[in-house]
């Protein structure tokens, strides 16, 4: 295993820092009946989490010389949707789970009906701060971002993988289906991660080739070492419960693949998504850096 460069384990601090005091700024605490949503998003939002999709949205934009205020708002929107989706997801409607981040999950601690409510926001956020006119002075700019997240998040994307994942535990889906799942619940939000730069650069849909497809093979690969991470990691590290699919007989890459093909198949993504940056120099080395860590890190 590649040891984390020290650029990106820098990157990844400093990404950590900026995405919890933003959230702490959006989620004020009210001195009214609405504290408990506020205190149910924070807990969730602040504190945790490996930031990766903010890292990437950060990493695409510097390519293109995006001020760092615009990239920033666009991470905490993307942060929002996925943060939103941890707190929906841990439902005992879905996956049932109590914890997440190391810490209870948000309807252990706040019940469920305030645990729906505060996904229900952090949704609403994500959309109302990149709509906002201090995200981009361009409209256009400003809606593209605002339909790239919707498709990302929606049926054709997030959500519809995760209605996948749920038929999932009923039927015994092959690769394809799997590699359609996984790019649907986990690529969409990290593919609009990565387009979220681009959009913010203006760069034309035609110029985004490349960094589409690293977009994609990176998101797989992530996929592929969360399934060995619940394989094999260890809960006291991921900050979670572990073996969920193994238990939910759900297929999966491993389950397919075996261990050692997936883990085959991950390193061959990961190569796949540096290639795909081969039109970039040096500044482009920390979104290489990322695609190599999907497969270092331990939670």
């Not at 990157?11 to 205190?39: G, K, Q």
């Amino acid at each position: 295993m590649i040891e984390t460069s020290s650029s990106l384990r820098d990157a990844l601090a400093d990404v950590s820092v900026e995405i919890d005091r933003r959230f702490d700024l959006l989620l004020t605490v009210p001195d009214d009946p609405r504290a408990d949503l506020y205190r149910a998003m924070r807990h969730a939002a602040i504190g945790g989490g490996k930031r990766l999709r903010p890292l990437l949205v950060f990493a695409t934009a510097r390519l293109f010389g995006v001020a760092r205020e615009a990239a920033a708002r666009a991470a905490i929107a993307i942060e929002c949707i996925h943060v939103y989706s941890l707190i929906h997801d841990d439902l005992p409607a879905m996956d049932d789970d109590d914890l997440r981040r190391g810490k209870p999950t948000v309807h252990k601690v706040f019940g469920e009906a305030t645990a729906i409510l505060a996904g229900d926001c952090l949704h609403a956020l994500a959309f109302e701060v990149l709509a906002e006119a201090e995200t981009h002075p361009d409209p256009f700019v400003r809606a593209e971002l605002v339909l790239d997240l919707a498709l990302a998040a929606g049926p054709t994307g997030m959500a519809g993988g995760q209605m996948m994942d749920i038929e999932a535990e009923k039927a015994s889906f092959d690769l394809p289906t799997i590699t359609r799942l996984q790019a649907m619940k986990t690529g969409a939000l990290i593919a609009s991660s990565v387009e979220a730069g681009a959009i913010l650069g203006k760069v034309p849909p035609e110029g985004r080739t490349g960094l589409r497809g690293y977009a994609r093979d990176v998101g797989l690969a992530f996929q592929i070492a969360d399934d060995l991470l619940d394989y094999e990691g260890e809960e006291e590290k991921m900050g979670k419960r572990v073996g969920k699919d193994q238990n939910a007989g759900k297929e999966t890459f491993l389950s397919l693949l075996g261990v050692d093909r997936a883990r085959e198949q991950a390193k061959m993504l990961v190569d796949q998504a540096i290639q795909h940056l081969h039109g970039y120099g040096h500044e482009a080395d920390l979104l290489r850096d990322i695609a190599r860590y999907t497969l270092e890190r331990d939670r």
